[in-house]
């Protein structure tokens, strides 16, 4: 078994489309980013990463790379599930908390768990996604970012 950590933060933006856990969001402002700027699955990349200590996100997709320009986060996880699996892990489960003063996540932590799971290949059972505000306290707290921690459990695949 291997335990993994990940976390991100990114700026909100007035227009910008909110998108989180892969799942768009309809918000007033969303995050700015190189990518989506989907910073719960950026942390997830960074949590499988680390479990198979294999650095981190900014090292396998660099944002001087055009090739990340605007995209779909998703399409990271899934790069960086792959080079996991390649390591010989397969992923157990996955916990996370989104640290968001606004928009109120609790309608979308279905969707967002959803979407994840399916993302992992996991069922979700053995993904949980919590919400909280950072009541009013520094940059998350006054509507200034999303931020998001995630920890993942790896085990060693069966050949
Ligand atoms: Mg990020």
Redesign the pocket.
């Known amino acids: 078994m291997r335990v993994g950590i990940g976390y ?1 933060i ?1 700026r909100l933006s007035p227009g910008r489309p909110l998108v989180l856990g892969g799942v768009a969001i309809a918000s007033p402002a969303g995050l700015v ?1 190189h990518s989506d ?1 989907d ?1 719960l699955l ?1 942390a997830a990349c960074d949590a499988l990463l680390g479990a198979a200590a294999l650095g981190d996100i900014g090292e396998h997709f660099p944002d001087s790379d055009p090739a990340y320009d605007d995209i779909d986060s998703a399409r990271l996880l899934t790069a960086a599930l792959e080079k996991t699996r390649a390591a010989g892990f397969a992923p157990v489960n996955l916990d996370a908390n989104i640290l968001a003063e606004q928009p109120r996540l609790s309608p979308h932590k279905a969707a967002i768990r959803e979407r994840v799971a399916q993302l992992l290949g996991l069922p979700v059972s053995r993904v949980s996604i919590k919400a909280r505000t950072h009541e009013g306290l520094d940059a998350v707290g006054q509507g200034q970012a999303i931020a998001a921690q995630v920890v993942v459990l790896l085990e060693e695949a069966q050949p």
């Open positions: 991100d990114h980013g700027g910073a950026h």
